[in-house]
């Protein structure tokens, strides 16, 4: 029986949730989980969503040190257990999200028009952010240099891309790159990479893609255009 290990993208890092059931074949799913998607988790910030399951400081520090050689940090524990808060209180990992600015329950996609769900950060990310979902990314900002965006499928930001982005990094050729202003440090979609050309005196909105074999940007214009 295979275990379903579910991936959550958010502004401060990815959160892994795992089911009940016995742990180290749990334990076993998410490292497999990780293995076979090695490029997205890499230099990931993880918080671990366990639930109530029961586990030790060393069932968790063991993780941890999993994790750490394949270039993860875990840095928090969400659990409803005493003991796995105890346990992981000692190793010092926090036991609740960092508070953002605003908060809302999780809807499930209840719409008659097709579509597909995506993370959406409404602020600019700046040098150091690091923001990797498996899915779409759309960011409402800026993003600055020396901040990265890594995405499953499409990138799509409302400002200046001046940063690192990788779209498609499951190896999605299809995937896109969309910004107001795209200027990123560096360029990637699935396994194709460019590197910013030198900046233009009038910027406008542009789109990246893969075109017969060649990641090029496009003037970004509404379908309808002619």
């Not at 998607?37 to 040190?65: C, I, K, S, Y």
């Amino acid at each position: 029986m295979t275990i379903s290990v579910s991936i959550k993208g958010t502004g401060e890092g990815l959160i892994v949730s795992v089911p009940a059931g016995e742990w180290g074949k749990i334990r076993q799913a998410v490292l497999q989980t990780i293995d076979d998607r090695a490029e997205f988790f890499r230099n990931a910030r993880l918080a671990l969503q366990v639930d109530e399951h029961e586990l030790g400081a060393a069932e968790l520090g063991g993780l941890r040190d999993e994790l750490a050689r394949r270039d993860i940090g875990l840095w928090a524990v969400l659990s409803s257990s005493p003991t796995t808060k105890s346990a992981a209180a000692d190793l010092g990992l926090a036991l609740q999200l960092e508070p953002t600015e605003a908060s809302v329950e999780d809807l499930p996609l209840d719409t008659p028009i097709d579509g597909e769900e995506a993370v959406l950060v409404a602020r600019t990310l700046r040098s150091g952010n690091v923001l990797r979902h498996p899915g779409h990314v759309v960011v409402i900002g800026d993003v600055n240099p020396g901040a990265e965006i890594t995405a499953g499928g499409n990138v799509i930001v409302w400002g200046r891309l001046r940063g690192v982005v990788h779209a498609g990094a499951g190896g999605d050729e299809e995937a896109v790159v969309c910004a107001l202003d795209l200027a990123p440090t560096q360029l990637r979609i699935a396994g194709h990479i460019a590197v910013s050309p030198e900046r233009r005196k009038d910027p406008g909105p542009e789109i990246a893609r893969i075109r017969e074999g060649q990641l090029i940007a496009d003037t970004w214009k509404d379908s309808r255009q002619r």
